[in-house]
């Protein structure tokens, strides 16, 4: 019961996966490549029927030494192979066709549910059960497109296969007749039924040697992605590694990952190997037994040579179709992995957003430009407290610094206030998102030319002569000619050349509120006080918020919003000046 139920969950997966496509946009061309890769496959089909009548034909003129229509039956098949080899060319390309516009569709619906609502980082931050999700958008999506054509159209395949060759076996095999304790027994078409038990058989036998590769396969994805990953964020932090010389502890890391890739791939490539022997096996015996059951009609004169190989070949496409799950059943394995990833990633990344959504806090645009928090708590993912009712109101033209021990939430106070914070009760007024910046202690650069990176995210643009002013007063005037180098400038720059960077961005879209999260830690006082008065001249509009531990930026604000670790509060002062 329980492996029907497992299976009707399979089902109900892949057609929950398959038809967001076919009821899309894009159903219209979909279906006319699927009507098509279906009309070719049926053609296949049909002349594959051509082709066995074909050899009752050629080989009876061989048995009679009839050379006029030996050769006359030799050029009957030239053409016939040549139509074949048409129809399976198309079938084949189209197929690969409607695959790419499916994954590219599919890849897209993916990266946009990843990236809406800022899903990607709920997920990394709060979502446990979804790992390597790249891979999932990535390979899984490839995967599950080119496994469900190939099964739905292998399907089809076989079945049309079967309905044409079992009536033509049916005809050839004629009766069995024998008795049994003075009983005559008469079982008419005989072969279809011995086929039909060859392949029930070569079906069981394969189902219960391999059904542990599609757990086996599961798990074998998971750590093929995080052994990638593994090297990959020793990529990403390689400087930092370096000073540490952390490459023995890295080391370790990479060959305690590789050895259980490697313990269940062995695992994988002994079931293999049971179901290698298995197919070849059943393959083998599967050239030999046609004849070796239709070898007494023969002898009897009963039917002639060329009807004796049109029998061979006729049980061979019978039992070939019938025995399509035991040929495919590792790629099947493959493809029900595949299915449970990609579904567990579709209902973590919605689980996310539901869970995620700040469902206690009211979040809504202020009508003026001010910000309001009232009664609000800040929590922790396991439920501890940070801040607890606290109140504050935010005036656009009032610079506020942000101070606090480690630990007491200023960080958190600023992911609330981006709406990326889950974990908060209470009332919040906020202008619109267009109207707000937030700067990290460590700006985000994106892969691509520096001018793209300036003009992060890119819904505003400059002129090289502009980018050039705006670089010279923020201290990276030297990284002009570099404007249209791709790099990845993360690695290229320091710390506080990405900050300065940050700055640029800052002067460029001019928000109405831009929070700095020791956005200036790695810059000398010299350049914080430089890229600060430059914020305040050139961006008078601009409401800035900054939290940093620094004396010196108390100058370029005008209150201070405190927040106390021990009583969970926060407290408004303004700054008083010597």
Same mark, same amino acid.
């Given at each position: 019961m329980k492996k029907m139920d497992d299976s009707v969950r399979f089902l109900k997966n892949v057609w929950a996966l398959t038809r967001s496509y076919w009821q899309s946009e894009e159903k219209k061309k979909a279906y006319l490549l699927l009507f098509a890769i279906v009309a070719l496959t049926l053609g296949v089909v049909f002349m594959l029927v051509q082709l066995n009548q074909w050899y009752n034909i050629f080989y009876s003129a061989l048995q009679n030494y009839e050379k006029d229509k030996i050769f006359a039956e030799l050029f009957h098949f030239s053409w016939l192979a040549f139509i074949y080899i048409i129809l399976a060319v198309y079938a084949f390309y189209l197929q690969q066709i409607l695959i790419i516009n499916w994954r590219r569709w599919l890849t897209n619906q993916y990266i946009d549910e990843w990236l809406e609502h800022k899903t990607y980082y709920r997920l990394q931050m709060f979502g446990t059960a979804t790992d390597n999700p790249d891979q999932r958008i990535s390979e899984d999506v490839r995967m599950f497109v080119e496994y469900t054509l190939r099964f739905g159209i292998g399907i089809l395949k076989a079945f049309t296969t079967f309905a044409s060759f079992v009536v033509i076996l049916y005809n050839l095999s004629g009766p069995l007749q024998f008795k049994v304790a003075g009983m005559d027994i008469h079982i008419p078409g005989y072969l279809v039924w011995t086929a039909l038990l060859y392949s029930i058989a070569g079906t069981w036998l394969t189902y219960k040697v391999g059904n542990k590769l599609v757990g086996l396969n599961f798990v074998q994805q998971k750590y093929e992605a995080d052994f990638r990953f593994a090297m990959m964020r020793m990529r990403e932090n390689a400087e930092s590694v370096a000073f540490y010389s952390g490459e023995g502890h890295e080391g370790s890391v990479f060959k305690k990952r590789f050895s259980l890739l490697l313990e269940n791939f062995w695992n994988i490539i002994k079931k293999q190997k049971q179901l290698t022997w298995l197919n070849s096996w059943y393959s083998q015996i599967a050239i030999i037994f046609p004849l070796v059951v239709a070898m007494p009609r023969y002898l009897a004169k009963e039917i002639t040579l060329g009807g004796l190989m049109?029998?061979?070949?006729?049980? /061979?496409?019978?039992? *070939? %179709? @019938?025995? &399509?799950?035991?040929?495919?059943?590792?790629?099947?394995? =493959?493809?029900?992995?595949?299915?449970?990833?990609?579904?567990?990633?579709?209902?973590?990344?919605?689980?996310?957003?539901?869970?995620?959504?700040?469902?206690?806090?009211?979040?809504?645009?202020?009508?003026?430009?001010?910000?309001?928090?009232?009664?609000?708590?800040?929590?922790?993912?396991?439920?501890?407290?940070?801040?607890?009712?606290?109140?504050?109101?935010?005036?656009?033209?009032?610079?506020?610094?942000?101070?606090?021990?480690?630990?007491?939430?200023?960080?958190?106070?600023?992911?609330?206030?981006?709406?990326?914070?889950?974990?908060?009760?209470?009332?919040?007024?906020?202008?619109?998102?267009?109207?707000?910046?937030?700067?990290?202690?460590?700006?985000?650069?994106?892969? /691509?030319?520096?001018? *793209? %990176? @300036?003009? &992060?995210?890119?819904?505003?643009?400059?002129?090289?002569? =502009?980018?050039?002013?705006?670089?010279?007063?923020?201290?990276?005037?030297?990284?002009?000619?570099?404007?249209?180098?791709?790099?990845?400038?993360?690695?290229?720059?320091?710390?506080?050349?990405?900050?300065?960077?940050?700055?640029?961005?800052?002067?460029?879209?001019k928000p109405l509120w831009l929070f700095l999260d020791e956005a200036s830690s790695a810059l000398d006082e010299e350049t914080e006080a430089k890229v600060y008065t430059l914020l305040m001249t050139d961006a008078p509009e601009t409401t800035l918020v900054s939290v940093g531990h620094r004396s010196t930026l108390s100058k370029y604000h005008q209150k201070v919003l405190y927040l106390d670790k021990e009583q969970k509060t926060i407290a408004v002062d303004k700054i008083i000046r010597s």
């Amino acid at each position: 019961m329980k492996k029907m139920d497992d299976s009707v969950r399979f089902l109900k997966n892949v057609w929950a996966l398959t038809r967001s496509y076919w009821q899309s946009e894009e159903k219209k061309k979909a279906y006319l490549l699927l009507f098509a890769i279906v009309a070719l496959t049926l053609g296949v089909v049909f002349m594959l029927v051509q082709l066995n009548q074909w050899y009752n034909i050629f080989y009876s003129a061989l048995q009679n030494y009839e050379k006029d229509k030996i050769f006359a039956e030799l050029f009957h098949f030239s053409w016939l192979a040549f139509i074949y080899i048409i129809l399976a060319v198309y079938a084949f390309y189209l197929q690969q066709i409607l695959i790419i516009n499916w994954r590219r569709w599919l890849t897209n619906q993916y990266i946009d549910e990843w990236l809406e609502h800022k899903t990607y980082y709920r997920l990394q931050m709060f979502g446990t059960a979804t790992d390597n999700p790249d891979q999932r958008i990535s390979e899984d999506v490839r995967m599950f497109v080119e496994y469900t054509l190939r099964f739905g159209i292998g399907i089809l395949k076989a079945f049309t296969t079967f309905a044409s060759f079992v009536v033509i076996l049916y005809n050839l095999s004629g009766p069995l007749q024998f008795k049994v304790a003075g009983m005559d027994i008469h079982i008419p078409g005989y072969l279809v039924w011995t086929a039909l038990l060859y392949s029930i058989a070569g079906t069981w036998l394969t189902y219960k040697v391999g059904n542990k590769l599609v757990g086996l396969n599961f798990v074998q994805q998971k750590y093929e992605a995080d052994f990638r990953f593994a090297m990959m964020r020793m990529r990403e932090n390689a400087e930092s590694v370096a000073f540490y010389s952390g490459e023995g502890h890295e080391g370790s890391v990479f060959k305690k990952r590789f050895s259980l890739l490697l313990e269940n791939f062995w695992n994988i490539i002994k079931k293999q190997k049971q179901l290698t022997w298995l197919n070849s096996w059943y393959s083998q015996i599967a050239i030999i037994f046609p004849l070796v059951v239709a070898m007494p009609r023969y002898l009897a004169k009963e039917i002639t040579l060329g009807g004796l190989m049109q029998i061979s070949s006729a049980f /061979g496409r019978v039992q *070939e %179709s @019938l025995s &399509y799950f035991v040929d495919m059943y590792s790629s099947i394995a =493959e493809w029900q992995a595949v299915v449970e990833r990609l579904t567990g990633f579709g209902l973590h990344m919605r689980q996310v957003k539901q869970e995620s959504a700040q469902k206690d806090l009211q979040r809504r645009e202020s009508v003026g430009a001010d910000i309001i928090a009232r009664e609000m708590d800040v929590d922790l993912p396991d439920g501890s407290s940070i801040l607890h009712q606290v109140s504050f109101t935010l005036q656009p033209g009032t610079n506020v610094l942000i101070k606090g021990l480690s630990g007491s939430g200023k960080s958190t106070l600023l992911r609330v206030l981006a709406g990326i914070w889950p974990y908060a009760k209470g009332t919040l007024e906020i202008p619109s998102d267009d109207r707000i910046m937030f700067i990290p202690q460590r700006p985000y650069l994106p892969l /691509g030319t520096l001018k *793209e %990176s @300036l003009l &992060y995210p890119g819904t505003e643009s400059r002129t090289d002569e =502009e980018l050039k002013q705006l670089m010279e007063v923020c201290c990276i005037g030297y990284l002009y000619d570099k404007l249209y180098m791709e790099a990845d400038w993360s690695h290229v720059l320091s710390i506080g050349e990405q900050q300065r960077l940050a700055f640029v961005r800052a002067l460029i879209y001019k928000p109405l509120w831009l929070f700095l999260d020791e956005a200036s830690s790695a810059l000398d006082e010299e350049t914080e006080a430089k890229v600060y008065t430059l914020l305040m001249t050139d961006a008078p509009e601009t409401t800035l918020v900054s939290v940093g531990h620094r004396s010196t930026l108390s100058k370029y604000h005008q209150k201070v919003l405190y927040l106390d670790k021990e009583q969970k509060t926060i407290a408004v002062d303004k700054i008083i000046r010597s």
